[in-house]
Every structure is written in structure tokens, then in C-alpha cells.
């Protein structure tokens, strides 16, 4: 009984303190998009929702780099 109860404690205050969780750290995705206002193409950190910012590649990318250069390689987002 006494050993049910100190595991339950400890495995409360291990809980609460995070210790038994990975870092909080998500890794970084990114998507080349257009701004259905200005029709700017630009880079953002979160999955379009395509109504404000429609994805243009559908594809995530690893890198900010990786996203800017298929960003400059698609026709839609080139400058005239």
C-alpha cells in the first residue's frame, strides 16, 4: 500500500514538472503561400488555410532556405 502511494506521488510530481515529456520543441516547417488580398507570395510557419493565404506548392518545407527557393521558382510568385 505504502509503495502504490509513493509511485503514484512520484509519478504525479514527474508529470507536473515535465520531466517524463520531450521538449516542447516542434520541428520547424514552413509553406510558400499567396496572400489572397495582395496577392504577395510569402513564406509562413503554419499550413495555409486557404481562404486569406492560399498554399501554392502544397508541399512543407524543412528550411526557410528550402522555402524561399522553390518560393522563386514557381511562375505564380515571380515578379513581372
Known amino acids: 500500500m505504502v509503495r502504490?502511494?509513493?509511485i503514484a506521488i512520484l509519478a504525479t510530481i514527474v508529470l507536473a514538472l515535465g520531466i517524463?515529456?520531450?521538449?516542447?520543441m516542434a520541428a520547424?516547417?514552413?509553406?510558400?503561400?499567396?496572400d489572397a488580398v495582395s496577392k504577395q507570395c510569402e513564406i509562413v510557419p503554419k499550413k495555409p488555410d486557404g481562404t486569406?493565404?492560399?498554399?501554392?506548392?502544397k508541399?512543407?518545407?524543412?528550411?526557410?532556405?528550402?522555402a524561399r527557393?522553390?518560393?522563386?521558382a514557381m511562375s505564380d510568385c515571380k515578379k513581372n
Do not use: C, R
Not at 517524463?20 to 516542447?24: K, L
Not at 486569406?52 to 506548392?57: C, E, F, N, P
Not at 527557393?69 to 522563386?72: C, L, Q, R, T
Open 4 to 6: 502504490t502511494v509513493a
Open 20 to 24: 517524463a515529456s520531450p521538449p516542447a
Open 28 to 34: 520547424e516547417q514552413y509553406w510558400v503561400a499567396k
Open 52 to 57: 486569406l493565404v492560399i498554399d501554392l506548392g
Open 59 to 66: 508541399k512543407k518545407y524543412a528550411s526557410e532556405g528550402e
Open 69 to 72: 527557393k522553390a518560393m522563386e
